[in-house]
């Protein structure tokens, strides 16, 4: 069974500060995404990759496959970064099933000014 | 575009009444999701759909049927509601034309909902 598993479950930084969350997960996979649950709610896809970096204005995303982890990175912190940072994987034997989607339980940040 | 709308935004329902949850989607995507949040839990699937007529189960179809007759409409029915099935419901659109899952999905504001 895939499991994804994200580090740390909740952060609190200073606002400025430099913010690593990670996700693992168990299979290998063709995709991973990214994701923001606003505190009202609602749901933004930050990134989709399969290899390499991805950069979006202050995030960064990085993806080793060979290690099976991802990290998502927040330079110069803001309290508009608060947000749940929810990690999801399309794993290889989904076969291109929609059903292929596994997810974090996510990360909940605060950023305080 | 008003992009992934969802209605009601809040609903209370009694043990064994039924209802729907609307989705509707205005990017004319062909793939659109239902999806659960528990609390302290992921995202889980509940139905998905890759196309107007076509409709499978996901990880957590128990409880619930979809339909899906037009391109823009993906309405989710709770038949005998279950204090189990309350949550918080996402409805998800994207559009895929290769590898499922490799594009972005665009999430409605959710539904939640309180069974008692």
């Known amino acids: 069974k895939n499991e994804v598993e994200q580090s740390p479950q909740n952060l609190t930084a200073q606002e400025g500060e430099f913010i690593t969350i990670n996700c693992s997960y168990s299979?290998?996979?063709?995709?991973l995404h990214w994701l923001q649950q606003h505190p009202g709610g609602g749901i933004v896809s930050l990134f989709m990759?399969?290899?390499g970096k991805k950069k979006h204005g202050r995030l960064i995303a990085t993806i080793n496959i060979q290690e099976k982890h991802s990290s998502l990175h927040i330079t110069a912190s803001h309290p508009r970064d608060s947000a749940v940072y929810i990690c999801a994987v399309v794993p290889m034997y989904s076969g291109g099933g929609a059903d292929g989607l596994t997810f974090g339980k996510g990360t909940h940040l605060i950023i305080q000014p | 575009n008003a992009g992934v709308t969802q209605t009601p935004k809040f609903r209370i329902l009694k043990i064994g009444q039924s209802m729907t949850l609307q989705c509707a989607q205005d990017?004319?995507?062909?793939?659109m999701y239902w999806y659960r949040q528990d609390p302290g839990m992921g995202l889980k699937l509940i139905y998905y759909s890759v196309g107007a007529g076509i409709t499978d189960k996901g990880e957590v179809p128990n409880g619930y049927n979809v339909s899906r007759s037009t391109t823009e409409d993906f309405p989710l029915r709770l038949e005998l509601a279950a204090p189990s099935q309350t949550s918080v419901y996402f409805c998800?659109?994207?559009?895929?034309?290769?590898?499922?899952?490799?594009?972005?999905?665009?999430f409605g504001p959710g539904t939640r909902l309180l069974v008692l």
């Open positions: 990759l399969s290899s």
């Open positions: 998800a659109s994207s559009y895929s034309w290769g590898g499922r899952y490799q594009e972005t999905q665009y």
């Open positions: 299979v290998g996979i063709s995709a």
């Open positions: 990017m004319n995507h062909n793939y």
